[in-house]
């Protein structure tokens, strides 16, 4: 059992307030998820020829100014690095595949969290409220965001276990439910280049959509073919740049309830996670059909 929240804002007048609004959707959920939480905000977007980049390392005092260094010198670009708890958030003028390269090769114990021009995905294991603190949500301005709060039941409690899963440039997902043919799925997509760090299934789920992506699939598209490729049941939100998609396995085993108002759209597994929302009394509330992709965000 697991939690799953998002919110995504209609109203760009709400975005300074979109982690204080957020905060207590993820705490609420603490009782399906004490074992460890994260999030994947959107916001602060880089130009098209820049990439942000999301990296953690166990050590809370990281020297990451020595890596950015490296950097500038090995790409001849300027690196801005923001320190947030045990993480950071790179920015600079260079394509993804050689950036991971130099950085695995400098230490090999940075964890990229997150690759993109707007995403930055946090999560480490711990209460949801304690996750909450350290990374300083409340105060995390951007347009949408999505989170998740786990009990683990398909491998251990580890940072790398938890949700958000990043699939691809600007794109996550969180994943609340169990699937039955991960196993199989998983030795289908290592042959296919895809490549796992867990044991965790809904790891699996993420490399799936990666692998549909990088085949050319449209998000929407992705996520229909899941609901035909995987066994099981679940409730899936993938985050992308302009907005978040949500969809229900076809006998919607898992709970999830959306609530819409002209200032946001926002999900949960559970509706008392929306219930600090403002004007949640007069917000147009449903549950999501069985095997439907539902989209919100810009365009």
């Known amino acids: 059992m697991c939690g799953i929240v998002g919110l995504y804002l209609k109203n760009s007048a709400l975005e300074s307030q979109l982690g ?35 990296l953690q390392h166990e050590d809370e005092h990281y020297p990451w ?5 490296a950097l500038e010198e090995t790409y001849s670009t300027p690196v801005s690095v923001m320190h947030n708890a045990n993480a950071a958030v790179l920015k600079m003028k260079a394509e993804e595949a050689p950036v991971r390269e130099t950085i695995a090769e400098f230490d090999s114990t940075i964890r990229i ?3 993109g ?12 409220e304690n996750i909450a603190e350290r990374f300083n949500l409340a105060g995390m301005k951007g347009s949408h965001i999505v989170g998740h709060t786990r009990m683990a039941t398909e491998s251990g409690v580890t940072m790398e276990g938890s949700h958000p899963f990043s699939t691809g440039m600007d794109l996550c997902l969180v994943h609340n439910g169990s699937l039955s043919n991960h ?28 692998w549909r992506l990088r085949e050319g699939a449209s998000v929407k598209e992705a996520l229909e073919g899941a609901i035909e490729d995987l066994d099981g049941f679940f409730t899936f939100t993938v985050g992308t740049k302009d907005g978040f998609a949500v969809v229900r396995d ?6 999830a309830v959306m609530a819409e108002t002209d200032d946001y759209v926002a999900m949960a597994s559970e509706y008392h996670a929306l219930s600090s929302l403002p004007g949640i009394e007069n ?5 999501p059909d069985p095997g439907k992709v539902y989209f919100w965000g810009k365009g």
């Open 20 to 54: 204080k609004l957020f905060e207590p959707m993820l705490i609420a959920m603490t009782g399906r998820g004490p074992d460890s939480a994260g999030f994947a905000i959107y916001g602060d977007e880089v130009s098209d020829d820049m990439i942000k980049l999301t």
């Open 65 to 69: 100014h020595m890596l950015a260094e």
């Open 113 to 115: 969290m997150s690759v």
């Open 117 to 128: 021009r707007s995403i930055e995905i946090l999560k480490e294991v711990g209460l949801p």
């Open 183 to 210: 196993n199989r799925l998983r030795e289908e997509l290592e042959h296919k280049g895809i490549q796992f760090e867990t044991e965790n299934d809904s790891e699996v789920a993420a490399g799936y959509l990666t």
């Open 250 to 255: 076809p006998i919607a085993c898992k709970p």
């Open 283 to 287: 917000a147009k509330l449903w549950e």
